[in-house]
């Protein structure tokens, strides 16, 4: 009953923060996000606040939170209405992805072994939850100690009303979340293309296997594409300061999520800065600030983090010392590691060929949609460019880092690269029905 009402709160403050989008289309995945987002954040404020789980203090929060909310929309004049409404490819999605998590009940490495065990500490370590950013009483599984932590906010805030670490939590978070980006991907996509090759485009990322795989381990490489996605498209259809505050709130939860988020927000907007002096657009300073201003919650949260938390082994390297690394020899074997995983037939299939061509091949989109062709073109150069300059520099091996790590950060951007394809394809179907904005 107590996690009933939990979800009651989580989801409500989800709808309400997606009344500001004022959405044409279905809405259930940005209320999923939104709802997780302020959860995760509003337990990890109330840690900080009351020093232990205080649950009367984090239904208080809650209520503010939503009170805020209604007054700001009715201030706005925003409709409290929203369309709900969800075809039989997305219940197909779900049950495909509900299929497939039978075969993983508990994750993976980093579901069990570090998101869990700190969700375990924040919910039941009373005071002494703070010692997940010190060596106290933790293994190396644990490293880096400086993680953000919204999915163990998340997971740790349903496991104090349900009084107990439940492995089921864990299993629907990351189950809801990757669902979500199948709902974002196929809404998207419909828009687009059209409703039927919006759902089968949106299939055939979900029947990747290295979707699949990755869909069951509970990482957070597909909450983080999920929240990159929401980010994307927001702000691409954002036309009021509240929208582009949505926008960077999806962007702040990302940070708030995982380290990769911060760099991704970095070419993002170096990305838009380079896109829009190409363009000749002039950016509104006060979208910027609202924009800003949505960032804050997510931001503030990464950087209690990082102040309090031993710096990442990777970025305690001095300049030289990283830089020493990387020489010609380094970024053969690099290309070649990388190339290995994109083609393995196993994981991807042709997925990875088939796209990069399309890529090369289809013409820039025109017209409304030229300026976010640029950025997000420019965004995935961008990220492929900084994986190679971390693997080079890595102080692993090379071979067992990427084979780790590489095909997770993939998928942190296949949504966004389906996306811009989408937008270059919707010139040659005319037919189909959806805004040019």
């Known amino acids: 009953m107590f996690v009933s009402f939990y979800a009651l709160l989580l989801g409500a403050g989800g709808y309400l923060s997606t009344c500001v989008l004022e959405p044409r289309r279905a809405v259930l995945s940005t209320i999923i996000l939104f709802g997780f987002g302020i ?12 020093g232990t789980v205080n649950l009367g203090g984090l239904i208080l929060l809650h209520l503010v939170s939503i009170l805020a909310q209604i007054l700001v929309l009715k201030r706005m004049g925003k409709s409290f209405r929203l369309p709900l409404r969800l075809c039989a490819g997305d219940f197909l999605g779900l049950a495909i992805l509900c299929a497939w998590v039978l075969e993983q009940w508990y994750g993976d490495w980093d579901s069990w072994a570090v998101w869990n065990v700190k969700a375990r500490h924040m919910a039941f370590g009373g005071r002494a939850w703070m010692t997940i950013f010190s060596c106290q009483g933790w293994t190396p599984a644990a490293y880096p100690f400086d993680y953000p932590l919204l999915l163990p906010s998340l997971i740790a805030s349903f496991w104090s009303f349900s009084f107990c670490g439940c492995f089921l939590v864990p299993l629907a978070v990351g189950l809801l979340f990757s669902w979500a980006v199948f709902l974002l991907l ?69 940070m708030f999520l995982k380290n990769e988020a911060t760099l991704y927000l970095v070419i993002l907007a170096a990305s838009a800065a380079w896109a829009g002096w190409r363009h000749g657009l002039r950016f509104r300073r ?10 804050m919650p997510g931001f503030l949260s990464w950087a209690a983090i990082k102040a309090v938390a031993p710096a990442h082994f990777f970025v305690s390297d001095s300049p030289a010392q990283f830089f020493s690394r990387i020489t010609l020899s380094r970024l053969m074997q690099v290309a070649a590691e990388c190339a290995g995983v994109m083609l393995d037939w196993n994981e991807w299939v042709l997925f990875w060929p088939v796209c990069i061509a399309l890529f090369f091949v289809l013409k820039p989109a025109a017209g409304r949609r030229s300026f976010w062709d640029s950025c997000l073109s420019s965004f995935l150069l961008a990220s492929f460019c900084s994986y190679f300059l971390v693997y080079m520099a890595t102080p692993f ?8 790590s590489f095909g997770r950060l993939l998928l942190q951007i296949v949504p966004i690269f389906i996306l811009v394809l989408a937008m270059r394809l919707k010139p040659m179907l005319k037919g189909c029905p959806g805004p040019e904005s």
Not at 286 to 295: H, K, P, R
Request: glycine share 8%.
């Open 397 to 404: 091996d090379i071979a067992w880092h990427i084979r780790f």
């Open 39 to 50: 959860g995760g954040l509003l337990f990890f404020w109330h840690l900080l606040l009351w």
């Open 286 to 295: 006060a979208n910027l600030l609202c924009l800003l201003a949505g960032i």
């Open 186 to 254: 196929n809404e998207n996509l419909s828009e687009l293309l059209g409703p039927r090759l919006g759902l089968a485009a949106s299939l055939i990322v979900l029947l990747t296997p290295a979707f699949l795989s990755w869909s069951v381990r509970q990482y957070a490489d597909l909450p983080l594409a999920a929240y990159l996605l929401l980010a994307v498209t927001v702000l691409i259809r954002a036309q009021t300061p509240l929208q582009f505050a949505a926008g960077g709130f999806a962007l702040g939860l990302a």
